[in-house]
């Protein structure tokens, strides 16, 4: 392990990697599977290299928070589970699924990706609540983009479930073809620095070597709408204008994996 | 009056359409997943390794330890808080029971294996196939295994004894209308393939001796059509092997 961790470093100051792969180089295969839950209203699987996420949509008829009293709302939970990684183990999130959950909400929350006031049904009494779960199934590298990427096809497979017009009460049994009021397709790519060079698409060990690392959300119109940077390494402003350059390139590859599988 | 046929037009003692696969979570010392109609168990085993906290450690032999988690969005109605529940904590534990009798742990004193299930959907059944998918999970990362373990639910509907209940048979007053209400008994059994001997047994519901005896015949073959699934799926893991 302390041996593959000096030999990253020494690669990547020679434009190398572990894996054989570019600098700026995804691994493969990157794909989006919907619909592998029947008990959500949403959901999907999404594979990136060996990283494999699940996310599902379930939704629910709250009464709006006061000071929105027109609006629905959404949530973005992550579970880092212990059948995905060693290093996971049982118990209630740790800082690591609370930062991913929370990077992941904010990308599609300040977006306005969904329009909150189109989930509104009364105001002030009854609205649409969106929750997401983000679920590990084996964490080989880069969860951020992958969750990134699964919460927005998990959304983009939602169906609204049928409610009872007499009761309101829902039957999460069948759905409707109503898909949810998604405007934009935020999509947060994740790049390291490691001995001074860019990567994208980090694997575990990667990321374990890498001095700092940038998510940066942005939609088709390259407009941010998350940054979050980690790790102890500082960044100087040259390298968030290449960073963030380098995202929205990435960002429109894996905009087109989504559109593909999901029209 | 009663329930004349099953609602999804099964023979008494057909299972739903089962799919496994072996080796799905590359992390993992072993891996596999079981499908049983609607419901999907996810299954990974890491170990053996230490065991924390350390007073736990066992110097005579390992430790089995089971974690059944059902995903938030997995359940039939509203979604599921995450954490653990006092159900998931019964069924982890019956789950290590039914499994460490086939396993050898004299092979790993002081250490722990665990095993991790998750349920992605579920439609009735998810204890047994969780253990059917742990069973093939801890095959396959070559764990000393006597015997293979599976598991279905069988039980009284009315006055059917069935293989394999859904959802649907579990809660039969809400779906038909002619079922004359008596409660559903609902048993869990898994079963070990040489001996027959069970190691899950559980009951919900209201039942006869007689009948009970007749639903653990019924068990015997529906296990064996579990075993068929897990055995092929292991053999099609090392297909290239051959």
Request: a neutral charge; one cysteine or more; glycine letters at 6%.
């Amino acid at each position: 392990m302390i041996i593959n961790q000096e030999t990253i470093k020494t690669l990547a100051s020679q434009g190398k990697r572990l894996d054989g792969r570019g600098l700026h180089e995804y691994r493969q295969p990157i794909t989006i599977e919907t619909g592998i839950s029947w008990t959500a209203e949403g959901s999907c699987r999404v594979q990136i290299g060996e990283t494999v996420v699940l996310a599902g949509v379930k939704l629910a008829i709250e009464k709006p928070y006061p000071d929105t009293a027109d609006e629905g709302g959404i949530m973005i939970n992550a579970e880092l589970t212990p059948l995905s990684s060693p290093e996971y183990e049982p118990g209630p999130p740790g800082i690591k699924a609370i930062e991913l959950a929370r990077v992941t909400d904010r990308g599609i929350r300040e977006a306005k990706a969904i329009d909150l006031k189109k989930l509104c049904i009364t105001p002030g009494e009854k609205a649409w609540f969106v929750i997401i779960d983000i679920i590990t199934l084996n964490d080989a590298g880069n969860l951020f983009d992958a969750a990134g990427l699964a919460a927005l096809a998990a959304l983009k497979s939602a169906r609204f479930p049928v409610v009872d017009p007499k009761t309101g009460v829902i039957d999460y049994k069948k759905k409707t073809d109503v898909s949810l009021p998604l405007a934009k397709e935020p999509i947060p790519i994740t790049i390291s620095k490691i001995n001074g060079q860019f990567i994208v698409d980090p694997t575990a060990e990667e990321e374990k070597v890498a001095e700092a690392r940038l998510t940066i959300s942005s939609d088709a119109k390259n407009v941010l709408s998350a940054l979050q940077k980690g790790g102890e390494g500082p960044l100087s402003t040259h390298d968030i204008d290449v960073m963030v350059d380098l995202a929205f390139e990435k960002a429109k590859l894996l905009r087109e994996v989504l559109r593909k599988n999901i029209p | 009056m009663v329930y004349k046929a099953r609602l999804d037009g099964r023979k008494d003692t057909d299972l739903r359409s089962m799919q496994a696969k072996v080796d799905v979570v590359p992390n993992a010392a072993g891996s596999a997943w079981f499908k049983i109609g609607n419901t999907w168990a996810i299954a990974a085993v890491y170990g053996p390794r230490e065991v924390f906290p350390r007073f736990l450690a066992n110097p005579r032999k390992g430790i089995l330890r089971c974690h059944y988690t059902m995903m938030p969005f997995s359940g039939s109605g509203e979604r599921i808080r995450p954490g653990t529940s006092r159900r998931a904590q019964e069924i982890s534990m019956v789950m290590s029971d039914a499994l460490a009798p086939v396993v050898d742990l004299s092979a790993f004193p002081n250490a722990v294996v665990d095993v991790f299930v998750e349920l992605p959907q579920t439609d009735a059944g998810t204890r047994c196939a969780a253990i059917s998918a742990a069973a093939m999970a801890l095959a396959h990362a070559g764990i000393p295994m006597k015997d293979m373990v599976s598991s279905v639910a069988v039980g009284r509907v009315d006055d059917r004894l069935v293989a394999d209940l859904d959802y649907r048979e579990e809660h039969i007053g809400e779906f038909n209308p002619d079922s004359k209400g008596a409660p559903v008994a609902d048993t869990p059994v898994a079963m070990l393939h040489a001996s027959k001997q069970l190691t899950l047994l559980q009951m919900d519901g209201e039942i006869s001796k007689e009948s009970l005896l007749k639903l653990l015949e019924i068990a015997k073959d529906a296990t064996e059509k579990i075993y068929q699934v897990q055995v092929k799926a292991l053999k099609e893991r090392y297909a290239s092997l051959d």
